[in-house]
């Protein structure tokens, strides 16, 4: 109930500013997807012990439109060229124990956003690689990531300003929060932990 209150919240903030929004369930995540920006406003799931320990797929790599809205999401000739990753929101790593199909829906479009390769070979990595240690050694972590602003455009699709995570660790009742600035520099992340007041007050989301 509280994650379906979070995803209105967000779509009726988007709406009212004039930002067209789709939401898009898959096995492993949902999506609300910015038709206009061609990015993941912002893309939640659960990551589990379960979903990490057990005989991996192998990486595919296979960027692809997303069936929900094929025309969208259809931006792998936009990212040609352009100097920026295709950055995950849900990790890959995070969808290779659940078989064929859920890691394809991990590489749609709808779930990725343009980040500086030195953030997301960087800092994002690493949270994202301490994320699955969470999950290992507690179980149960939700965590809901998004990119926020407009600092140019790779073709379609709008570039970010800054990405986000926020983590409710289940089993603790802790909740954690993170900003990232999509910089070339990604010495300008060396302290992204912040205050989850932080990032709802970046996104305009309430969180608990």
């Known amino acids: 109930m509280k994650q379906l209150i979070i995803l209105v919240l967000i779509l009726v903030s988007f709406l009212a500013s004039g930002e067209d929004t789709i939401r898009i369930r898959h096995a492993n995540y949902t999506t609300l997807f910015s038709l206009t920006r061609h990015y993941p406003v912002v893309v939640d799931w659960w990551l589990t012990r379960a979903k990490l320990t057990c005989n991996k797929l192998d990486r595919i ?53 343009p980040q500086t390769p030195a953030l997301n070979r960087g800092s994002w990595k690493m949270l994202e690689m301490d994320c699955r240690s969470m999950a290992i050694k507690e179980d149960s972590i939700h965590i809901w990531a998004g990119s926020v602003g407009s600092a140019g455009k790779v073709g379609r699709v709008t570039i970010p300003e800054k990405c986000w995570k926020v983590l409710y660790l289940k089993q603790k009742n802790i909740w954690k929060a993170y900003i990232f600035k999509n910089s070339k520099d990604d010495r300008e992340n060396d302290n992204p932990k912040v205050s989850l007041d932080e990032v709802e007050q970046l996104t305009g989301i309430v969180f608990n």
């Open 61 to 113: 790599n296979n960027f692809a439109p997303d069936p929900s809205c094929p025309t969208e999401t259809n931006l792998e000739q936009d990212y040609k060229g352009g100097g920026y990753d295709r950055g995950h929101m849900c990790d890959d790593s995070d969808n290779l124990c659940q078989g064929s199909m859920v890691q394809t829906e991990c590489f749609y479009f709808a779930n990725i956003t």
